[in-house]
């Protein structure tokens, strides 16, 4: 007599063996009793722990194979019920078909079948609908609790990059902000928003200060609304996609998100740099070689002691080269002499008092009316929910109406919120602001390299150029000259024979009785300048 050969499948996922008390010990000790009972000899176990919603699991696809390589080995593959086999009806009579040009007979010990009766096959539906059905209802019933969850404000997901999961003291599903990721986070909205770094660029400066995540990955949390508070809800059925407010605390603004996303989308790119600044060559990318007209690049040279020399040079052919070493303190020094005399600190601050104040006044008028608006519509509320009540309204219409006004107030509330809802101690930011702009240089020279590039942008919109071994640049932070002139006219007057050292071209007549004349536009700094 032919000796039979079964093989056992043994499949068990975290949540069923929770709910039912599957177990793979279980399982095992069922079905080897089986088989001995029925005198099978037993050539495989299979231990699985994955879902039967698919076929696409890694050990049945692995005796799937080692079947097809030997065939004719196994008689039977004998499973607790149908519902270990699979969960989906369509994909299990399609895998039955398969097992069976093998030669094997897929076979539940709880629910035998024999397929040689017409009568099983109904049977056999009933099986494998079953589980089908009950995956079903489970994942609707998971669907509409999720989306209810996120209707309150709950956010049902994987955290974001810069929060984690956790649950709050009723053990619901909450996210809060986990460090250093959430500055981290911040940080690179505000960098988008101020359109100074293209987002490539700002992922290569996250990555060096520790962010961990993916260039994609880093993508996608820009385009999250959850930093700004908001949680968006997908369009389900005949349900229209929302967005709502979040329970969790947002780490941005909600303007501060828009505007990122009008830069993402390109309505705003007007990035000033292009280049990534070094430490030992941060005006690489700003300078024009005078040979060829061509962007300035740099780079380190090694000697035989293998020690670094930065330079900037030009591209493959051109000649142009010069130690950074004496460009960079030739432009700190230039930039040095670029601050206002100390003893002007309190007239500037009086100015821009006053200026903050003329500003600020017409702010506070607008912010005024924008209240008054807000009382007007939700009076305007009122007024049709008294209608509605008397019955004076038609419910469809008091919807509309109180959807329009509702949306009208937020969009107000918006505006209220956004800069110059709390107004700061101006006297103590101007203060601490011109003190700052005394200490320029040491705020450059103790800067990283990426807010050195910064400051060399804001002094000199345009690209510094090179003739007679002279830096030159066709404009100047206006400001910056501004404030350099009204130094240079109200302090002590030097004979020019004792030194004045003024970047001003001698053409430029001084303000006086005489009439000014035309002033080049071109400021001619001297590359080599020596402190006297």
């Given at each position: 007599m032919k000796e039979t050969i079964a093989d056992l499948y043994i499949r068990v996922s975290t949540d069923e063996q929770a709910e039912k008390g599957y177990s793979q010990r279980s399982q095992e000790d069922f079905l080897r009793k089986f088989c001995e009972l029925k005198g099978y000899t037993i050539r495989h176990v299979i231990f699985e722990d994955h879902s039967a919603k698919t076929f696409n699991r890694p050990k049945w696809k692995a005796y799937l194979l080692d079947l097809k390589r030997h065939r004719g080995k196994t008689d039977y593959v004998l499973f607790l019920k149908w519902d270990r086999f699979s969960r989906n009806a369509g994909d299990a009579y399609q895998m039955i078909s398969i097992l069976r040009r093998l030669g094997v007979e897929p076979q539940a010990i709880e629910q035998p079948l024999d397929m040689e009766i017409p009568e099983s096959k109904m049977m056999l539906a009933f099986y494998l609908a079953a589980p089908e059905v009950e995956n079903d209802r489970r994942s609707l019933n998971v669907i509409h609790g999720m989306r209810r969850a996120m209707k309150e404000g709950r956010h049902m997901n994987r955290a974001p990059v810069g929060y984690k999961n956790v649950r709050d003291e009723n053990e619901n599903k909450i996210i809060v902000p986990i460090e250093p990721m959430a500055s981290?986070?911040?940080?690179?909205f505000e960098e988008v928003a101020r359109k100074v770094y293209n987002t490539e660029q700002i992922f290569k400066i996250i990555k060096q200060k520790g962010f961990t995540r993916s260039r994609a990955q880093f993508w996608l949390a820009l385009r999250n609304p959850a930093?700004?508070?908001?949680?968006?809800?997908?369009?389900?059925?005949?349900?229209?996609?929302?967005?709502?407010k979040g329970k969790h605390k947002p780490l941005i603004s909600e303007e501060l998100f828009n505007e990122v996303q009008e830069v993402l989308d390109g309505r705003g790119r007007t990035y000033k740099p292009k280049v990534m600044a070094n430490l030992f060559l941060p005006l690489r990318g700003l300078i024009v070689c005078p040979n060829c007209g061509k962007l300035v690049t740099g780079s380190g040279s090694v000697n035989r002691y293998k020690k670094a020399y930065p330079y900037y040079h030009c591209t493959k052919g051109c000649r142009f080269r010069e130690r950074a070493e004496d460009?960079?303190?030739q432009f700190y020094r230039l930039l040095k002499r670029y601050v206002p005399k100390p003893e002007m600190i309190e007239l500037y601050q009086v100015v821009l008092e006053q200026a903050w104040k003329e500003q600020s006044s017409e702010e506070t008028i607008n912010r005024a009316s924008l209240g008054k608006r807000i009382k007007e519509l939700e009076g305007k509320i009122t007024v049709i929910r008294d209608l509605l009540a008397s019955r004076n309204l038609d419910p469809k219409e008091f919807a509309i109406m109180k959807a329009n006004y509702t949306q009208e107030i937020e969009k107000i509330e918006l505006q209220l919120s956004g800069p110059g809802a709390d107004k700061p101690n101006i006297k103590n930011l101007l203060k601490i602001g011109v003190g700052k702009l005394l200490s320029l240089d040491y705020v450059y020279e103790n800067s990283e390299s990426d807010k050195k590039i910064e400051i060399i942008s804001s002094c000199f919109p345009d690209k510094l150029y090179f003739e007679n071994r002279a830096l030159r640049t066709f404009r100047v932070n206006e400001v910056l000259n501004y404030i350099y002139q009204i130094t240079n006219d109200l302090g002590p007057k030097n004979k020019r024979e004792n030194g004045t050292n003024s970047i001003l071209s001698s053409l430029v007549a001084r303000p006086g009785f005489e009439p000014r004349q035309t002033v080049p536009k071109t400021v001619v700094l001297p590359l080599y300048y020596r402190a006297p």
């Amino acid at each position: 007599m032919k000796e039979t050969i079964a093989d056992l499948y043994i499949r068990v996922s975290t949540d069923e063996q929770a709910e039912k008390g599957y177990s793979q010990r279980s399982q095992e000790d069922f079905l080897r009793k089986f088989c001995e009972l029925k005198g099978y000899t037993i050539r495989h176990v299979i231990f699985e722990d994955h879902s039967a919603k698919t076929f696409n699991r890694p050990k049945w696809k692995a005796y799937l194979l080692d079947l097809k390589r030997h065939r004719g080995k196994t008689d039977y593959v004998l499973f607790l019920k149908w519902d270990r086999f699979s969960r989906n009806a369509g994909d299990a009579y399609q895998m039955i078909s398969i097992l069976r040009r093998l030669g094997v007979e897929p076979q539940a010990i709880e629910q035998p079948l024999d397929m040689e009766i017409p009568e099983s096959k109904m049977m056999l539906a009933f099986y494998l609908a079953a589980p089908e059905v009950e995956n079903d209802r489970r994942s609707l019933n998971v669907i509409h609790g999720m989306r209810r969850a996120m209707k309150e404000g709950r956010h049902m997901n994987r955290a974001p990059v810069g929060y984690k999961n956790v649950r709050d003291e009723n053990e619901n599903k909450i996210i809060v902000p986990i460090e250093p990721m959430a500055s981290m986070m911040i940080w690179a909205f505000e960098e988008v928003a101020r359109k100074v770094y293209n987002t490539e660029q700002i992922f290569k400066i996250i990555k060096q200060k520790g962010f961990t995540r993916s260039r994609a990955q880093f993508w996608l949390a820009l385009r999250n609304p959850a930093y700004c508070g908001k949680l968006f809800i997908p369009k389900y059925k005949k349900e229209e996609s929302v967005f709502v407010k979040g329970k969790h605390k947002p780490l941005i603004s909600e303007e501060l998100f828009n505007e990122v996303q009008e830069v993402l989308d390109g309505r705003g790119r007007t990035y000033k740099p292009k280049v990534m600044a070094n430490l030992f060559l941060p005006l690489r990318g700003l300078i024009v070689c005078p040979n060829c007209g061509k962007l300035v690049t740099g780079s380190g040279s090694v000697n035989r002691y293998k020690k670094a020399y930065p330079y900037y040079h030009c591209t493959k052919g051109c000649r142009f080269r010069e130690r950074a070493e004496d460009v960079n303190e030739q432009f700190y020094r230039l930039l040095k002499r670029y601050v206002p005399k100390p003893e002007m600190i309190e007239l500037y601050q009086v100015v821009l008092e006053q200026a903050w104040k003329e500003q600020s006044s017409e702010e506070t008028i607008n912010r005024a009316s924008l209240g008054k608006r807000i009382k007007e519509l939700e009076g305007k509320i009122t007024v049709i929910r008294d209608l509605l009540a008397s019955r004076n309204l038609d419910p469809k219409e008091f919807a509309i109406m109180k959807a329009n006004y509702t949306q009208e107030i937020e969009k107000i509330e918006l505006q209220l919120s956004g800069p110059g809802a709390d107004k700061p101690n101006i006297k103590n930011l101007l203060k601490i602001g011109v003190g700052k702009l005394l200490s320029l240089d040491y705020v450059y020279e103790n800067s990283e390299s990426d807010k050195k590039i910064e400051i060399i942008s804001s002094c000199f919109p345009d690209k510094l150029y090179f003739e007679n071994r002279a830096l030159r640049t066709f404009r100047v932070n206006e400001v910056l000259n501004y404030i350099y002139q009204i130094t240079n006219d109200l302090g002590p007057k030097n004979k020019r024979e004792n030194g004045t050292n003024s970047i001003l071209s001698s053409l430029v007549a001084r303000p006086g009785f005489e009439p000014r004349q035309t002033v080049p536009k071109t400021v001619v700094l001297p590359l080599y300048y020596r402190a006297p």
